[in-house]
């Protein structure tokens, strides 16, 4: 069954078509690399798939919902939900540990538990880590508090967007580790980036070019 | 750093709001009693003179006065302690004044008690009062020498002499100074000289006595003036003051135990029948218009003030969000609602003008007692009202001046913050 459906979906800024008519089914424990160079849409997709933006025309249907009527608040919750976001520049809050970032996201959705914010930093590999400042840690092991923070709350599905794109080589490596994992585990990923390497460990790999998608592929050299 | 800075900001510009405001209504609440106190102090409020004269001043015909009276017996002044409102009468003085001649020119000499001590017998009762001019001109600024003592100096012929008239005659206390009159000559040694701002830096002050000898009106004056505390005037008070006759039973009875000035001069009249006691207008009036625009000032600075804290707050908590839209946009990207995100910022800044405020009070207490020292040498006192009527003020100028920020956390869109460079 499918997890996520975008139906002729456009968003249009002025008279720029960020996204033009896009088709686009998710699949539940699938994991999905959206490419494409700058300006293609990708970032636009992305914020329609988390419901923190609305489509200019067309449908988005989550579980089997049509949540493109849905009201501001409703999404909000839905978001929280259902979705866990990795972005490029981590967001961390500076100000909070590792294991207060995590708990914030818990914060927002039910309770903070600290026992299970410290699992989620255990299952990114940084247990010995939750006490520390955003400054203190490398930008991986940032990346990393961000997945974790994404993780918390077990959404069905984690998007994210570039991320790896601040990130070298070795950390990159630990990241697609983890998302193999995760992938593993059943989640759900989609993954938005522009740097071949990340795009070709995915399931699949869909292509934006101008706001369309022109291409659509299962990735042969996918490996379990 | 959690931007601990600005919110000592923000407080520090509730904490000045707070206590300007608090200061201010302090004393506006305060300044009708101090205005008052202040313009008893400055003179008199009701004048005494002969009925005749009254008459003459009123520019109506003789009627019924076939003698025509110029004076008052000194005597009869005592029955002004034995009146209703005797209490509220703080401070009189009988004043004659007479031209003498004096270093080659006419002036101005005015007898008039100085500290005189009164002592009124009536049906058996002793009234006493210390009283005279040194209440009654209590701005005189003495240049040299001092007051002239009524009480210690054994003789009568003292006198004090205008700032003017002293330098323009080249007098300082100690000086003896000799006047002559139609009825005969003093000699009089000056006990001081005063600075009153007025005409009357041009006069001679000595006792009652000296200008009774001068005018040949032993155990006379003039005219009297008295300081009454009075209550201010309303319809009943301009009702009664055209005629007394026309009140009812009622009416008669409330006004006449109110300390309207016009009940009290007519008491005046009352207790001395020869003499006509009648308001002088122009401080009453005064006393109402400088306390009006006391208090609309003071308006306008709390008003300023707090708007001033407003646009303070305003700028602070706006660029506040604005620094931190970042991760306001990710607490609304982990799931917090519009509601709770402006349930973060409006705590913080509720808290911190809790803190300002509560500071900024005891400032304003500091402030209030030192503007009631400076301006009116005495202490402010600090209603519970103007306490919570600064919360309230407060709490809506935090508000307020947290709307705009409000309104860019509203519009704060986490897909745009936070997805940097599309
Ligand atoms: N809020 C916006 N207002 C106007 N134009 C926008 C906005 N967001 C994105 N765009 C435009 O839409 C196009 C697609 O942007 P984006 O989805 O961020 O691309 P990508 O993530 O693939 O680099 C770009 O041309 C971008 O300038
Ligand atoms: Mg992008």
Known sequence: ?224 | MRQWKKLLMIGLTVALGASIATAMLNVMLDVGDKINEELKTYGSNITVLPQSEAVMNKLYDVENGEEKNEYIKESQLGELLTIFWANNITDFAPLTDTEVSFGGKNVKLVGSWFDHHLEFVKKGTTYQRDTGIINLRSWWDIKDGKWLDEQKLDSANYAMIGAELAKEQNIKAGDTITVNSEKGSQTLKVTGIFESGDDEDQCIYTPLGVAQKLTGSDGMFKKAEVSAITSPDDELAVKAAKNPSLLSGDEYDLWYCTAYVSSICFQIQEAIPEASASAVRQIADSEGKILEKTQLLMSLITLMSLIGATLGISNLVTSGVMERSQELALLKAVGATNGQVTGLILTEIIATAIVGAGAGYFMGYAFAQIIGQTVFSSSIEMSGMVAFIVIVLIIAVTLVGSIPAIRMLLRLRPSEVLHGGH
């Open chain 1, 1 to 224: 069954m499918s997890l996520l459906e975008l139906k002729d979906v456009s968003k249009v800024y002025g008279d720029l078509h960020a996204l033009d008519h896009a088709n686009l089914t998710v699949d539940k424990g699938e994991w999905i690399a959206i490419m494409g160079p700058s300006g293609s849409g990708k970032s636009t997709m992305m914020n329609i798939i988390s419901c923190m933006d609305r489509p200019s025309s067309g449908k988005v249907i989550f579980d089997g919902k049509d949540i493109t009527k849905e009201s501001r608040r409703k999404l909000t919750e839905f978001h929280r939900d259902k979705i866990g976001l990795v972005f490029q520049q981590f967001h961390l809050i500076n100000y909070l540990s590792a294991v207060e970032n995590v708990m914030v996201a818990q914060y927002y959705h039910s309770m903070p538990d600290e026992k299970e914010a410290l699992e989620a930093l255990e299952r990114v590999g940084l247990k010995d880590r939750a006490r520390h400042l955003p400054s203190q840690l490398s930008g991986g092991e940032q990346q990393r508090v961000c997945i974790a923070r994404a993780l918390i709350n077990s959404p069905e599905l984690i998007l994210a967007d570039e991320p790896t794109g601040n990130l070298d080589e070795a950390n990159e490596n630990i990241v697609l580790d983890i998302f193999r994992q995760l992938h593993k585990e059943g989640t759900s990923l989609v993954v938005v980036t522009h740097d071949p390497e990340v795009g070709e460990v995915a399931q699949r790999i869909v292509r934006l070019d101008h706001g369309k998608i022109v291409s659509d592929k299962k990735n042969d050299n996918f490996s379990e």
